[in-house]
């Protein structure tokens, strides 16, 4: 019998947990490096996770990842893992395996797939961009399942995201494309630390969502953190500075959504990430002015959803990134 990870509906039947094929994920960001084992039905059977030490150098911000794959080896499962997945913050360079994410100073052009290679003991391992990663997921399990056709976002503490097309995910020659957050949406505006200004990101990740609140006079709620999340919490309470703030970052979402659906002809946008999770306060706004940018004939039907996978998404696209990018090379294990 042949089993493969496919990026649609999961092939039937399949070997048993103990003989089926598995893919190490590594979802690595500035907050957390979460690693899992993966199975061809996207189940996660063994997790291990660590703090980031975002501030560090580059070899303790290693020595953590080395942590989690240590973990992942001491599982009775790691005999039957046949490659390793990375999604990572980025940018991300997949074509020499390196690295330099914004949020992780000490990782700048940081070779991580030579060292993960290493680390797992020789595995083949494919690194992609977490949008990327995100988009993976979301078409082999998620809301773009069934879609040829999609880019899949996430909003958090940045705005990444990655695109299917013509059935497949594409992640680029380097493993960034899809990165919508780095649209120029404002042409004078605020400066990025990407380099450029008025991004997606500027104005619609959480951390700037709260930042242009508390900069319009907003204030949190008794014994609230100035986050995102405390934003749409007056938000839904009526408070027009929070309200605003939220229409500003959809406003941006919608220009960025808008641009992309017309260099590409989108079915579907699918949205993730904690300022995700604001619900109505953003997706209401946010087909609201889709519905002004996206005017064309072949961008104006696309839809906008909410992400169905959480957490998990970043682990389950790594690995089912892996899978795509190694099959064409042979990639297929016998069980």
Not at 91 to 116: C, E, F, I, K, M
Not at 132 to 147: F, N, Q, S, T, Y
Not at 226 to 240: E, F, I, K, L, N
């Amino acid at each position: 019998m042949r089993t493969e990870y496919t990026a649609g509906p999961p092939a039937a039947p399949r070997p048993s947990a103990e003989t089926a094929p598995l893919i190490a994920a590594l979802d690595i960001g500035g907050t957390k490096i979460a690693g899992a084992l993966v199975d061809p039905d996207g189940r996660l059977l063994v997790r291990a996770l660590r703090p980031t030490p975002a501030r560090e150098d580059g070899a303790t911000v290693m020595r953590a990842v080395e942590e989690v794959i240590a973990e992942l080896r001491a599982a009775p499962q790691w005999p039957t893992v046949v490659a390793v997945g990375i999604g990572s913050a980025g940018p991300v360079d997949a074509s020499v395996g390196t690295v330099s994410p914004v949020n992780v100073p000490g990782w700048r052009d940081y070779p991580l797939v030579a060292g993960v290679t290493e680390a797992s003991g020789g595995l083949p391992v494919v690194l992609t961009g977490d949008g990327v990663a995100i988009a993976a997921a979301e078409h082999w399990l998620g809301a773009a399942r069934g879609h040829d056709n999609a880019v899949c976002m996430v909003v958090s503490t940045g705005v990444g995201g990655g695109l299917v097309l013509g059935g497949s995910v594409y992640p680029g020659p380097t493993g960034n494309a899809g990165h919508i957050g780095h649209i120029s949406v404002d042409l004078d505006g605020d400066p990025c630390p990407c380099g450029s200004r008025g991004c997606v990101e500027r104005i619609a990740s959480g951390p700037n969502i709260a930042r242009r609140a508390l900069e319009s006079g907003w204030r949190p709620l008794a014994g609230a953190e100035p986050t995102a999340a405390a934003v749409a919490d007056s938000a839904r309470a009526g408070d027009p500075v929070a309200l605003a703030s939220f229409d500003r970052a959809a406003q941006a979402l919608a220009a960025g959504i808008a641009a992309t659906a017309t260099l590409v002809e989108l079915g579907i946008v699918v949205i993730g990430g904690g300022v995700a999770g604001a619900g109505p306060l953003l997706f209401d706004p946010l087909r609201a002015h889709l519905g002004r940018y996206a005017t064309l004939s072949f961008t104006s039907g696309v839809k906008v959803v909410p992400a169905l996978l959480g957490t998990d998404a970043g682990l389950v696209g790594a690995a089912a990134a892996a899978a795509q990018a190694l099959r064409p090379a042979g990639f297929s294990s016998a069980g």
